[in-house]
């Protein structure tokens, strides 16, 4: 949606002069977000920046005379003015627009406003997932510089508390430093947030700062060359091929309960693929027995050669057959999850709401079946290429297999799985050794 421009009178009793004249601002509005400007720079009357209320009346009229057609035509230039350089920005942000209207940046030396036309962006682009990610990250960042709770019962809400966000205690990229880093680090740790949220919040602020200097032009030290952002510690859990086995054959009589597990199970079997990816699935995806897709992750980077190729198993075809939607047409979604009139925003949130499902059944069948370990949707992928990796699949077919950018990307990802293949061998040899009758 492309942003509006027009010009706005401030008739609020609050807002007026001493002489009880309105202040004329212009109004830009994206979606539902609205900012307004002084036209100080712009207006070649001064005289024209406040005006009565009578004169408001005869501005707005359908015939404007006289000085009155005068100010009229230049509220006009100027909203014409600001609609050419909206027309020109690809995907809008109020910082591009204030650069290139007023000839200068104003809002990104704040980290707040910096963050919230950063989301703005990125709800524009439609990647919302990432943009969630870094309003977690703005909530954060502002209770911790205010040291206080903001009360709110969602985190998603930018758009609405736009005000809330940027008033109070201000916070400048200047005042980043490796001491406020460690504090926020410590912040986070008291409140017990896990090392992977503390991470990526602070690898947000990290692309925010990076764009601040590199491309806003912000003045102040990076901090990060003497501060690096933490990273999740631990093993990522994967199931043996016992326990993925228990879960995919356990018997139910809940329609539900069998298709989030089969969806799972879907997961698993066609190389990890990631939830998004399957609610996105079509028919015209399916080519002589396979699955060709680009995975959503890398999207607006593909190519032909960056599709992946599943095969589809017996099983993953009788999940569809189960499943899928019976009205089949060449671009129909396969799984009946997501609907064609939805936009990006309600594909994301209902995407949202699979993985919420799916790790809630997935965990409850888990534990019925007497396996301990915290089970998510998310294990589907780790699985699986643990199981391919300890069944003597090379690292190249897995690394193709799961569309990582390179074999030393996937070496990364299977080192974390190493241990405990290491381990389960050691006490094999050791049971060998130990356990023999002595000659």
Known sequence: MQATARIYFQRAPAKRTKNDLCPVKLCITHNRIRKYYSINEVIKNADWLFLSKEDIEKVNGDSPRGKYRNIAFEY????????GVIKNINTFSFNQFEERFFHKSTSWDNVFMAMIDFIHDLKAEERFGYAASFESTLRATKEFHEGRSLGFTSRQKVETRYEKYIAGKPLNFVDITPKWLKKFELHLQKQGKSKSTLGIYVRNIRVLFNLALKVHEVRAEYPFTKYKPKGAEGRKLA???LQISMIANYKTEYPQEQFYRDIFMFSFLANGMNLSDIARLRYSDIVDGEICFVREKTKGEESDEDKLHVTITKNMQS???KHGNKTVGYDSF???ILKPDFNEQKKYSEI????????????RIALVVGITERV???????SWATIAKNSGTSTEYISESLG???IIVTKRYLKSFEKSTREEHSAKIENVIYNQNAL
């Open 404 to 406: 990582h950018s390179s």
């Open 376 to 382: 998510s949707s998310y294990v589907a992928r780790h």
């Open 239 to 241: 199931l043996t091929a």
């Open 352 to 363: 949202k709401q699979l993985v919420k499902q799916v790790n809630k059944y997935v965990s």
């Open 334 to 336: 396969i799984f009946p």
């Open 319 to 321: 999940i569809i057959d």
């Open 76 to 83: 006009k230039r100027i909203v014409d003015d600001a609609e």
